[in-house]
Nanobody, 124 residues
Framework: VQLVESGGGLVQPGGSLRLSCAAS????????MGWFRQAPGKDREFVSA???????YYTDAVKDRFTISRDIARNIVYLQMNDLKPEDTAIYYC???????????????????WGQGTQVTVSS
């Protein structure tokens, strides 16, 4: 299984980016797919997840600004990020885990495969 993130970069506050996570060796529609981020000097934190057909989850800090989605035909998961803030600056990681698991979707231990991460920097 490989997860490859792309789409990160430098953006001004208020701007937008769309991150992509291309999966191989695993069908994104059959697993919980998540996005986590890690800022310098901080622990990795949950951002968003999608499971089954329409269940989506967001941390409070990104609700109404970020949208997770997936293209089943292309086997890609997206994270559309709007109205970006400097505090969104971090390395963003894509993760994949079993759809049914005792751990909550926002627990990193739920996920058994991770991408290498993509840097998002929000600065003027």
């Amino acid at each position: 299984v490989q997860l490859v993130e792309s789409g990160g970069g430098l953006v001004q506050p208020g701007g937008s980016l769309r991150l992509s996570c291309a999966a191989s060796g695993r069908t994104v529609s059959n697993y919980t797919m998540g996005w986590f981020r890690q800022a310098p000097g901080k622990d990795r934190e949950f951002v968003s997840a999608i499971r089954l057909t329409i269940s989506t989850y967001y941390t409070d800090a990104v609700k109404d600004r970020f949208t997770i989605s997936r293209d089943i035909a292309r086997n890609i998961v997206y994270l559309q990020m709007n109205d970006l803030k400097p505090e969104d600056t971090a390395i963003y990681y894509c993760a994949s885990g079993p759809t049914y698991n005792n751990l909550p979707y926002n627990n990193a231990g739920r996920y058994d495969y991770w991408g290498q991460g993509t840097q998002v920097t929000v600065s003027s």
